[in-house]
């Protein structure tokens, strides 16, 4: 890359290049830089940098080809700044553009796109960590450039990106950040939770889609910073 980094995001794009924004580069700083692989040249290119620097955001790919950029915090500690703001990524035009303001400041969150191209944005939480854990969602609309609250987890969640699935049936599972997982119904705003439990939170595990509809959820920590093995199947009941 042109520069380290951890804790970025990267993004495929629909042309099969690759995003990759923020993240923390040397001497624990927080950046706003971002670049482009390409895999035809197997090299990376840089973009304009964001609005600001990020790390703890997420980033996903919009149907329009664009990619949204939401949350996330700067600085560390008694210094850190969570962010409300998001911005959009235009491939066409190689920069990102101001998309608005989540309606709560959030960081360590999780988001996905629905099948309409919505994007739901789930959890996270403020300079507390655990003690500041939310509940909340939020659904961002591309044709209106608008955040809207979208009601609320059964549990409090952070710490949970990679660990939010979309289900064959339009469904969002939400399995990380807790000691069991619940799933979203975008299309009645209903959350629900799922059968069985971890036995302990689930913190930075992740969620995979299987090809049969069923999903895999793997590892994590737990809230005395235990790294676990085990492995789970979440398969949602026939109605």
Known sequence: MSMPRSEHTAT??????VLIAGGVGAGWTV??????????????????????PRES??????????????????DRRAAM??????EIFDPAKGIFEPAGNLNVRRHKHASV??????????????????RGAYTSLE????????????GHMRKTRYKLNGAIALLPNGRVLIAGGSDEAEV?????GVTRESEGVFGSHRLF??????????????????????????VWIFEESAE
């Not at 495929?12 to 290049?17: H, K, S, T």
């Not at 700044?81 to 998001?86: D, E, L, N, Q, V």
């Not at 659904?139 to 979208?150: G, M, Q, T």
Request: no cysteine.
């Open 31 to 52: 950046i706003a830089d971002a670049e482009i692989y390409d895999p035809a040249t197997a090299k990376f290119s840089k973009v304009v940098s964001m609005s600001t």
């Open 184 to 188: 979203f119904d975008p299309a009645t």
């Open 57 to 74: 955001h997420t980033a996903n790919l919009l149907r329009d080809g664009r990619v949204l950029i939401t949350g996330g915090h700067k």
């Open 12 to 17: 495929p794009l629909a042309d099969g290049r």
């Open 139 to 150: 659904i961002f609309d591309p044709h209106s450039a608008e955040f809207k609250l979208a």
């Open 113 to 130: 796109v629905l099948n309409d191209g919505r994007v739901l944005i789930a959890g996270g939480s403020d300079e507390r960590d655990s």
């Open 205 to 230: 595990a992740t969620a995979t889609v299987l090809s049969d509809g069923r999903v895999l959820i793997v590892g994590g920590y737990d809230q005395s910073n235990q790294v676990g093995s085990s």
């Open 81 to 86: 700044t969570i962010f409300t703001g998001a």
